[in-house]
């Protein structure tokens, strides 16, 4: 057992998945489920995700070792300010928020001395949600960031990296601000296109977007699928992540001009380099072995 107890508060796809791999890899001895709604509270006790859940946060992290906030980034300072009497000395508290700096900003003013946070990004998900949407294996060959601070003890550092590693990821540790920009390309942004792409086509006319979605491609396919993650998490990572993604949008949208540009002027020659270029990123990610699962399995029967 890596911990005696564990406290999750928030019991959407992560969290809950989260759960499903403590067991499965035996990591702790209790699981406490702390969730603001009763509902998923219910849920999660019909599942046998945790030995406890409890709509009262506070009393949920009293006794445990790990708190792990799996709540939306904008909601993370909240959560800490109210949990932090509570917390156990030489508690490690952790999150798995996909923005950083600001996590960090919201949550250090709040940390009992004694304790240890360490910021957290698993880069993994799906486009569903609730305690029902988790599985154990969300997590293997997946990378999981670090952000710890200066000042956090080594040994919280390395137990959380044992941690991850238990329940299958690849570790990382980076400065948070290298994170969000990192991450700003890498997953906020494609979101960001995703719920734009598929809002344009929502605003067509119902004889045309009806037909849109009958004749569906892979490519928007795939932006549907990216857009039906949940808003609420998606609203608190672009606000929470405001410079980074801006920097970002501002970049692509000058590449985003020079296609309009090339299009217009009938330049083929440009076209073809910059779609010749971008599937060199491809064949990185396939090489990397980050393709979805799917991907890789067609990938392997047309080597």
């Not at 999750?8 to 990591?27: C, E, P, W, Y």
């Not at 001895?29 to 019909?46: H, P, R, Y």
């Not at 993604?245 to 299009?263: G, K, M």
Request: net charge negative.
């Amino acid at each position: 057992m890596m911990f005696k107890q564990i406290t999750i508060i928030g019991f959407g796809l992560i969290g809950s998945s989260l759960a499903r791999a403590i067991q499965k890899h035996g990591l702790a001895e209790k699981i406490i489920c702390g969730d603001v709604s009763q509902e998923v509270c219910n849920t999660v006790l019909s599942l046998k995700l945790a030995n406890a859940a409890l709509t009262d946060l506070a009393v949920s992290v009293k006794g445990s070792d790990l708190v792990i906030l799996s709540v939306p980034v904008g909601k993370m300072g909240e959560v800490m300010e109210k949990i932090a009497p509570n917390l156990k000395e030489g508690a490690i508290v952790s999150d798995v928020g996909s923005v950083k700096k600001e996590v960090i900003n919201q949550t250090q003013k709040h940390v009992p001395e004694g304790v240890h946070f360490i910021a957290g990004h698993p880069i993994a998900g799906t486009e569903f949600s609730g305690p029902e949407a988790g599985f154990a294996e969300l997590f293997e060959d997946r990378w999981c960031i670090l952000t710890p601070q200066d000042h956090t003890e080594l040994k919280a550092v390395e137990k959380m990296t044992k941690f991850w590693e238990a329940c299958g990821s690849n570790i990382e540790i980076m400065g948070p601000g290298h994170h969000d920009l990192v991450l700003g390309i890498t997953s906020h942004l494609p979101h960001l296109i995703a719920y734009t792409i598929v809002g344009t086509a929502n605003d067509l006319e119902d004889d045309i977007k009806s037909e849109v979605i009958k004749f569906s491609a892979s490519g928007f396919r795939d932006f549907t699928r990216i857009a039906a993650s949940d808003p609420t998490m998606w609203r608190d990572v672009f606000l929470n992540n405001k410079e980074a993604v801006l920097e970002i949008l501002q970049r692509f949208s000058e590449d985003l001009t020079a296609l309009q540009r090339a299009i217009r002027k009938q330049d083929g020659d440009y076209l073809y380099k910059s779609f010749a270029e971008t599937r060199d990123i491809r064949s990185a990610i396939v090489d990397a072995g980050q393709a979805d699962p799917e991907d890789m399995k067609l990938i392997k029967k047309t080597d």
